[in-house]
């Protein structure tokens, strides 16, 4: 089992910056892909970002330039860098892992933390 744990939501002012953490712990022999979704009040979630293992990384049209996604393999972690934050970035924010452990690979998902962003 693994179990995804996200931090460092919070309220905020436009314009202002959050730094969201998503540490994996668990049966873990490899982490693949790690990626960041948002899901606004009465919206369907969106995907925002997506860092490969070897740090590729991939961006919603919505946050780029603004978002950047980064991992700490050795920490089994994946950070999400949010600047020039605007209030319709309001919603709750998930991690999402594809984690191998023992013989077969699984998506996992974190519980949310949520963002507000005031105008």
């Known amino acids: 089992q693994v179990q995804l744990v996200e931090s460092g939501g919070g309220l905020v002012q436009a314009g202002g910056s959050l730094r969201l953490s998503c540490v994996a712990s668990g049966i873990i022999f490899r982490i693949n892909d790690m990626g960041w979704y948002r899901q606004a009040p009465g919206q369907q979630r969106e995907w925002l970002a997506t860092?490969?293992?070897?740090?590729?990384?991939n961006y919603a049209d919505s946050v780029k330039d603004r978002f950047t996604i980064s991992r700490d393999n050795a920490k089994n972690t994946v950070y999400l860098q949010m600047n020039t934050l605007k209030p319709e970035d309001t919603g709750v924010y998930y991690c999402n892992a594809n984690v191998r452990s023992l013989a077969r690979s699984n998506d996992y998902w974190g519980q949310g933390t949520q963002v507000t962003v005031s105008s």
């Open positions: 860092i490969g293992n070897g740090g590729r990384t």
